[in-house]
């Protein structure tokens, strides 16, 4: 397994992150011990989850079957409801009761919203990572311009900015060239994406007819 830098957070990650959105609607506990141990077995330390996966299943499996392996695991979830300040918070501690963790270490906004109020947004992340309870905040679908605009409110206020942008990229999806992976290398954004089967399209999941 190769392990590369996570942006600028000096942690080293395994190349490959395993997903986890699958753990409770198609595999069961014992099937998602499985394949945790199998992937961690492989040199995965990488593990990427949602309170919407499962409506809140997956994490509760996670919390069952990462422990013992915590100090191993570089874990990661995003907030559910809105990206008001209410919901950031609300949403970590409900996350952090499922996973049976005192912290996590990457919390990511998983959408934008119209209309959201980055400020509010980036001083509750803030407040999270003052609290303990991630150790670096980040995004999932985000523009260019919003991350970087998202950064330059952090910075401004002293706050911790998004290290992560996490995405859809395959041989199909490729629109994030134009402008979102020149801001990762340009700023040292990590990336993460979902996707690179193209949902098993390269796989081989679907035949012909």
């Known amino acids: 397994m190769k392990y590369v830098e996570f942006g600028e957070t000096g942690e080293k990650v395994s190349e490959m992150c395993l997903g986890s959105m699958m753990f409770g609607q198609r595999c069961d506990q014992a099937e998602s011990d499985r394949i945790l141990g199998a992937a961690i077995e492989h ?11 499962g409506n809140g299943l997956t994490e509760e499996i996670l919390g069952q079957i990462i422990r013992g392996r915590r100090d191993q695991l570089f874990v ?24 049976r963790l005192d912290y996590v270490d990457l919390y990511m906004i998983h959408w934008p919203v119209e209309g959201m109020q980055v400020e509010e947004m980036m001083a509750a992340l803030a407040k999270v990572v ?31 900015q998004l290290v992560c942008n996490q995405i859809a990229y ?18 040292n954004i990590a990336i993460t994406v979902y996707r690179p089967l193209v949902a098993g399209l390269l796989a081989g999941k679907y035949k012909g007819g």
């Open 170 to 187: 395959n041989p199909i999806e490729r629109g994030v060239e134009v402008e979102i992976l020149p801001q990762a290398l340009a700023q």
């Open 43 to 53: 040199g995965v330390n990488f593990i990427d989850t949602a309170p919407m996966y």
């Open 130 to 160: 003052a609290q303990g309870k991630a150790r670096y905040v980040g995004c999932c679908n985000y523009p260019a311009w919003l991350l970087a605009y998202s950064n330059s409110v952090a910075e401004r206020n002293g706050w911790p």
């Open 76 to 99: 990661g979830t995003k907030v559910h409801k809105g990206v008001d300040a209410d919901s950031i918070l609300t949403s970590i501690d409900e996350s952090l009761a499922r996973l």
